[in-house]
Each structure stands twice: as C-alpha cells, then as structure tokens.
C-alpha cells in the first residue's frame, strides 16, 4: 500500500536513527527505493537494524550528506533551523516531508487505521495488538516506537486491510508543531492514559488535553475509542467525543470492568465483565504488572470490536516475546538478573519496580536510571520521582543528560533526591562509569538490576554483563 511515484528514487532520511524513521527507511528500502541516511546519535539497537539492511548512514549532519540532492528529504522531529541539511534542503528547494506525513500518504491512507495513545504504554500495546492481529493472519501493516521480538521489527507495510500505528503526541517537525499522531487518520483510537510530559513543547497539562481533544474529533462516527475509565486526566477529554466510547479499567463506572487479578512470575491473570465481556473467560498473558493488564485490555477490545476470536486473541497473547527495552531481560549471570527499560517518567518508572517485583518476588532489586529525556532532566517531577525510585532496594542515580545546558535552578537535583532517598533506602548519585563499578562490587546472586532510561546510557547494560561474567566480576 503505497504510493507509487516514478519521478521518486532517491530518499533521504535527516535523523535516521530515531525508531520510527529507521523502521521507515527499511521498510521503503523494501520497496525499491535508494536510501541514504544521516545522524549525530547512532546506537544499537537502530544502528543494528540499519546495519543488517545495508543502508548507508552519515555519522553527522553535514550539506555533503545532501550531495548529490536526493528526490525527498525526510526531515526528523529532532532536526531545526541551523541544522546543515536541514539549511541545505530549503536552499536548494529539495522536497521535504516529515516522517508522520510520509507515515500516513506512503502507508496508512485508505485502510482502516488503529491508533494507539497514551503516556505510557503505547510500545508494548501496539506491538501486542500488532502481534495478535499478525498471528491471526489478517497481515497488518504497522509503525511500533520499540523492535517487538515476534515481529522482528518495527515497521511492516502488511497486504491486510489494517494499519496499527503507535500514536506519538509529541510535535511534527520543526515546521509543522502539531502532535504526531494527527496524521495518523485514526478510525478507531486507545487512549492508554494521560499525564504531563514533553515539558519541552507543552507547558501544562492542560494543553496536552487539548492536543487529545482535537484528535477525537478526526475518529469517525463509526468508529471507536476505547479509553482508560479510571484516569482522571482522560475524563474532561472525553466530555465531547463524537464516536462510541468503551471505557476499560478496575472502577465500577468503567463499561469493561478488570476483575481477578493474579500476577507471579510466569505472568498475569484476570478476567473482564460487563459490555458482553464473557466473564468466565480467563485471560493468561506472559507479563507481570498492572500497567500490562491494562494494556491487554485495550487490545482485547479493539481485537474483538474487528472480529477476531477468543482463541485468536490468547494465542496472540501466550505467544508474544515482548518488546525491546520494556522490561527486556538483558541477560542472567551468576543468576544476577539484568534489565533494560526505557522507563523516564516517574509513573512508568513505578510500574516497572513494581511489576519486575511481581515478577522476582522476595529479591533484592537494584534500580539504576538516567535523567535523559527532555522533561526527566527537569525538577518538574522531583517529588514523584523520589516516590517512584523509594520502591526499590537501592538506587543508582546517573547525572541528568547534558546538564551544562539547563539553568541550574530548573535542572533536576539528583542530590536532592538521593538524600531524600537515604532516609528509606540506600542511594548514591554517581557518574555511569562509577555506576559499573559499584555493580560490579555490590552485585550477589540473586539480585535483579533494572536499568532505565530513553537513551543508550553508554551500553552499561553489556558492559555490566561483560564485568560480571569475568571471574574477578562477581562479589
């Protein structure tokens, strides 16, 4: 499904190395196009991806990238005026487009779209909605933030009549500031949930709600939103909606209502009432965690709402891998368990203790995280995060990315929070290389270090492995 233009050969991707834009460029690679590529931050496991692929990436913007001029730019999300490609394409009148609107004319335009939102949970929910949907065999198309393990990939065209999009609200392109997701042209939408973040292009609460409040308006009248019934800051967006509305959750208000939970280590449990729900069906899915309960909902859901089975839905369910970097267990040494998670916000920090002690109950867990996204760098959630990160038994604090170019009295204050923290569990504040050091020093058998961020985080997650499966590594 996607257009075809013989004048187009040559596509250049500025910022190739973001998820989306990577998964894109492979997949019109796929198509027949020549693709070239360029970024300043190239890190597995995009890096990797685009390696197997044998597309040619530019470390470094640079107006050579640009030479010979390429039939299309597409500019990413990260990339401003000043930016040598970004200056070179409008120069030159090279034609540019953003990745969202090449997403939607290249791809989604005329199949019936889903689209998937929220705070937190968007990846895993839309690969696990992809994945069922795949292993059903209706051949999805799809745009995940995240590489899930069944599909292998991020991004897929698909020859079924659906395309599973992961609905990002952060802004277009430096030309265009309107939320993502607003290309997505969503037939039927899930709102995960809601919360403030990206302090860096909204400045409340309030204007992400509106941001929400407009993309209900694009749902058609015969289709569908499901939405998260017990999240307080969904409920005034979904005062005016123009399509059916399904609420989910744990509340009696909520239309589908989450009954029975049992989380151990294998996994979870529950079972589902109310809107024609059968409530003796017990739902078994291979991840621990209420968050994840929550997002297997709403793929229920959307699943049976587009008449897929019982069976169809558990299957896609007792065989889905999980995605990269959410709860990813990095590897086991000396029975240490290792885990990646892209975890920046507090709540999606939280969750991810909680459930990974669900998961590992009676073990001693170690929490390591790395301020890096554009609002975990800020003092905007200090307190929560303090909360968040008490839940774990030690806590690792990297120093926020690129501090030297934050004010110092808006810059989050790690110091603050590890002696915040010292007054319940033990927590240190300390360079990566010093964090490897520590570990490799304190780390028994046992233990589950989890560590999080949204960036690379200087690959301590292998170099810890390598330092541990040393014979001098193991305390």
Known sequence: MIHKQTSLNHIHFSGICGTAMGSLAVLLQKHGYHITGSDQNVYPPMSDFLVEHSIQVHEGFALANLEPPPDLVVLGNALSRGNPEVEAALAQRIPYISMAELLKEFFIRGRTSLVVTGTHGKTTTTSLLAWIFANAGMNPGFLIGGIAENLKTSCADGSGDFFITEGDEYDTA???????????????????NLEFDHADIFVSLEQIQQSFRWLLRLVPGNGLVVANGDDDNLKPVLEQIYSPLLTFGLGPDCNVRIEDIQICE??????????????QQIWNLPMAGIHNIRNATAVILLAQHNHLSTEQIQQGFSSFQGVKRRQELRGTINDIWVYDDFAHHPTAVAETIRALRQKHPGKRLCAVFEPRSNTSVLRIHQEQLVSALAQADEVLLAPPHRAERIPTNERLDVQAIVYALNSQIPAQALETSAILEHLQVTATSGDVILIMSNGKFDNLHERLLKVLDSETGLA
């Open 266 to 279: 294998t996994g979870s449990q529950f079972r589902l009432e109310g809107a024609g729900q059968n409530s």
């Open 174 to 192: 430096f030309f265009d500031k309107r939320s993502k997701f607003f290309h997505y042209l969503p037939d039927q939408l899930v709102l995960n």
